[in-house]
């Protein structure tokens, strides 16, 4: 939607908050009830708030919060210091037990506005950590000559500024902690302008920085990273093009992965694989999911969009046999050797891009009773229209996305003859505005 920055009106104005957007902001109506849409960053719902236009559209404005009028009860001190600042977090002046029943409404609110469904049983939310629980995420990094520094850190709520961050306390410690040692870092090497990004990644026993760098590295600066490394407690990766130029510079093995104890299952990744990034949650997740499956011994489950094997092979513990298919085929490689480190024969995985039409793939043809999907944002619309649904008794899908999730589920209960039996959010990123969520469907 085109922004005529042009026609913004800097002059303040006094708004109360009506509601609170999927994003995290505040939704005003400037003129009454009938007036045109504006979302206030920094507001909560109940406020009455003074605020500047920043973004002016057809249908809606955008402006920021300058100052609470009347605060809600619900608002409350921001710990982070560079929140307002930083797009990392957008609700850390909501309470911690409201944000999850914001993302709860946010859910519903799309499950029936989109799909036009609701389910007959609201789940309770799932929680976990809700500080230094990120263990995987990428940095932006900035030379800014008017400063004379190099930045280090997530997006400003502006995108095009990189946010002069000195901690991040949803990050793990190990690396939260170290934010303003990287930056400091960074510009002391010959190359700080020719490193767009840093990406971190935390398995159980160790962590991995992957540098992303546009002109080689001089030899001064690759031991000057290595040093930094051991410093520091990171491993250090180089990636001077495409994911397939990622190689380890420090000398040592990496031992790179997370075990799900109740399981009794390591799995091992690599730097720039995908993993869930709140582990604490993503232990609780995968027990809720193979709870609602409910999948038994004698039955055979199909898992889509599979990765590493994350509930591949914690459902391969109770099942007769489970198939795993993933469009990476890097993930998929990986998800084997997991299955073979882990003493699981009855795990197989498929490399298939689920956007295109799988109806001759093997897989697709094999029978199943059960049905568990974790499908990208994009949702899994695709594949579902390609599958003989009338196999499975049960279908769990996991969503990091409530829009294509609501899509979605309106194909299976509309057009499929499925009904929605529950559904519920899942808070993986806390103090974000990010919903997760799972439902469950069984045919009618």
């Not at 502006?158 to 934010?179: E, M, N, S, W």
């Amino acid at each position: 939607m085109a922004r005529h920055r042009s026609r913004i009106d800097r002059t303040p104005f006094q708004t109360d908050i009506l509601d609170l957007s999927h994003d995290g902001r505040g939704v005003a109506r400037r003129d009454g009830e009938g007036g045109k849409v504006t979302f206030v960053s920094g507001a909560l719902p109940g406020e009455v708030v003074m605020a500047e236009q920043t973004a002016r559209s057809r249908h809606f404005d955008e402006a920021r919060m300058l100052e609470v009028v009347e605060a809600s009860p619900l608002r409350v001190q921001p710990r982070c210091p560079h929140f307002g600042t930083c797009a990392g977090c957008v609700l850390q002046h909501l309470q911690e037990d409201e944000q999850i029943v914001a993302k709860q409404r946010v859910l519903m609110d799309n499950l029936q506005r989109i799909g036009h469904v609701q389910p007959q049983q609201v789940l309770a939310p799932l929680v976990g950590e809700s500080w230094g629980y990120r263990r995987k995420g990428r940095f932006s990094v900035r030379r800014v000559e008017k400063k004379d520094r190099t930045l280090v850190g997530f997006r400003e709520q502006d995108p095009r500024f990189v946010a002069d961050l000195t901690q991040c306390l949803t990050v793990i410690p190990q690396i939260g902690t170290k934010v303003s040692a990287l930056s400091a870092f960074v510009e002391s090497l010959d190359g700080k302008r020719d490193i767009p990004q840093i990406e971190f990644i935390a398995g159980d026993d160790a962590i991995a920085l992957t540098i992303r760098h546009l002109q080689p590295l001089s030899d001064a600066d690759r031991a000057a990273w290595l040093a930094f490394g051991d410093e520091h407690g990171f491993a250090i990766f180089l990636q001077p093009g495409g994911l397939h130029t990622v190689h380890k510079l420090s000398p040592q093995e990496v031992p790179l992965s997370f075990r799900l104890a109740p399981w009794d299952i390591e799995l091992a990744f690599r730097p720039l694989d995908f993993i869930q990034v709140n582990a604490n949650l993503n232990e609780k997740m995968i027990a809720h999911a193979l709870s609602l499956l409910d999948a038994g011994p004698d039955e055979r489950v199909l898992d889509l969009f599979c990765g590493l094997g994350n509930f591949t092979l914690p459902l391969a513990r109770g099942v007769r046999e489970v198939v795993g298919v993933e469009g990476d085929e890097g993930l998929v490689a990986r998800a084997r050797e997991n299955a073979q480190r882990n003493g699981l024969d009855n795990a197989s995985f498929h490399a298939a891009d689920l956007t295109q039409d799988q109806r001759q793939a093997s897989w697709m043809r094999e029978g199943f009773d059960k049905l568990l999907l974790d499908p990208p944002r994009s949702g899994a619309i695709d594949v579902l229209q390609q599958l003989p649904l009338k196999q499975f008794k049960r279908i769990v899908y996991v969503s990091c996305h409530p829009g294509s999730l609501a899509r979605d589920a309106g194909y299976l209960v509309n057009e499929q003859g499925f009904k929605l039996v529950s559904a519920g959010a899942m808070d993986m990123f806390p103090h974000t505005a990010h919903v997760e969520s799972i439902a469950v469907f069984e045919r009618d």
